[in-house]
């Protein structure tokens, strides 16, 4: 099952470079500071499931996500449209190939003979947080523009599981 899972994330390929490199302004949003956050939502990270599955924010509205994750397994909270976390799957299958992400967290270290920055293999695109099991992070964003937008986590298989979620943005 988990390999047709991988198999169909590597079907859904797209180029990597419509991906924003991480000094980039993405088309609905920047990141901002917590202390700019007019407001916060809590967000929790199960094995295959986001709590609550939709978010509505307003154009311009600078929002604080706390995410927990109450689950088993490594998760991503990810802010973007389909095809950006369809690109973003293929760079997530090359860090679990690589042996950089297990299903439970990052290898920091262990990774002996392996220059991941030379293979652009790093997980900071301003848009995105891991959260291992039974730990909470933080990403606070400010939406500018009125899209479809979704959260999601792009780890291998989670997508294509049902870990995806909607923001309607009004403006």
């Not at 291992?132 to 291998?156: Q, S, V």
């Amino acid at each position: 099952m988990f390999a047709r899972l991988i198999a169909a994330a590597v079907l859904l390929g797209v180029s990597l470079s419509s991906l924003a490199s991480p000094g980039e302004h993405f088309a609905f949003g920047h990141p901002a500071k917590a202390d700019q956050a007019t407001r916060t939502l809590e967000l929790t990270l199960g094995d295959m499931y986001f709590e609550p599955k939709s978010l509505a924010v307003k154009e311009g509205e600078t929002v604080r996500f706390v995410l927990v994750n109450k689950g088993q397994l490594l998760h991503e909270f990810n802010l973007g449209d389909a095809a950006m976390h369809a690109a973003h799957q293929q760079e997530m299958l090359k860090m679990v190939a690589s042996g950089m992400l297990t299903s439970t967290g990052m290898k920091h270290d262990g990774m002996a003979g392996m220059d991941h920055g030379a293979m652009g293999m790093k997980h900071d695109d301003p848009n995105s947080v891991l959260v291992e099991p039974g730990k909470t992070a933080e990403l606070t964003w400010t939406f500018t523009k009125a899209t479809d937008l979704e959260f999601a986590c792009n780890i291998p298989g989670h997508y294509q599981a049902g870990m995806v979620g909607k923001i309607a943005i009004a403006d």
